[in-house]
C-alpha cells in the first residue's frame, strides 16, 4: 500500500518532467524511500528538489512514518537506461559485454544498439611498422553487461 502510494506519486511527478527519468527506486522495511533519477539534459539539485517535494508532501506523516531520499545517477555509476546512452553521445564508454571489452567513443544510439569508435595501432598490411586504423563496434543491449562513461580530465 505505502510502496504504491510513492510509485504513483514518483510517476506523477516523472509525468509532468518528461526530461527527468527513474533509475531506481528502493523502499526498505523501515520506511526508507530512496530514490535515484537520471535526465535527458542531466539532473541539477532542483530536479532533486521537485521530486522530494512531489513525494513528500503528499504522504502523511501521521499514517506512515518514512525517510526520503532523492538524487542523480552518479558520474561513475553504470548506465542502465537506454536514455543514459543518447545524453552520452560523443563520451568516452567503457563497455563490457558477455563476450569481450570495448572502450570508444559513442557514436551511435539506436533503439536495440550503440556504435563505439576507436583508434588502434596495428602492423602495417605490407612491410613493417604499424598503422592507426579506425575501429567500430556495433553493439546490442542485450549484450551489454556494464557500460561506464569514462571521466577524462
Partial sequence: MFKTAVED?????????????????TINEANHIKIIIDGDHGVLVEDCMFVSRAI???LDREAQD????????????????????????????????????????LTEVSESSIVLEWKAREPKPVGKGK?????QANIVYEKIVEAKVMIKF
Fill in 56 to 58: 513528500e508532501h503528499n
Fill in 66 to 105: 518514512f525517510s526520503l531520499e532523492v538524487m542523480s545517477s552518479g558520474a561513475t555509476s553504470p548506465l542502465v537506461n537506454k536514455r543514459q546512452y543518447k545524453k552520452n553521445l560523443d563520451r568516452t564508454l567503457e563497455v563490457k559485454t558477455t563476450s569481450e571489452n570495448f572502450e570508444g567513443v
Fill in 9 to 25: 506519486l514518483l510517476n506523477t511527478a516523472l509525468d509532468e518532467r518528461k526530461d527527468l527519468f527513474l533509475i531506481n527506486l
Fill in 131 to 135: 598503422v592507426t586504423v579506425k575501429k
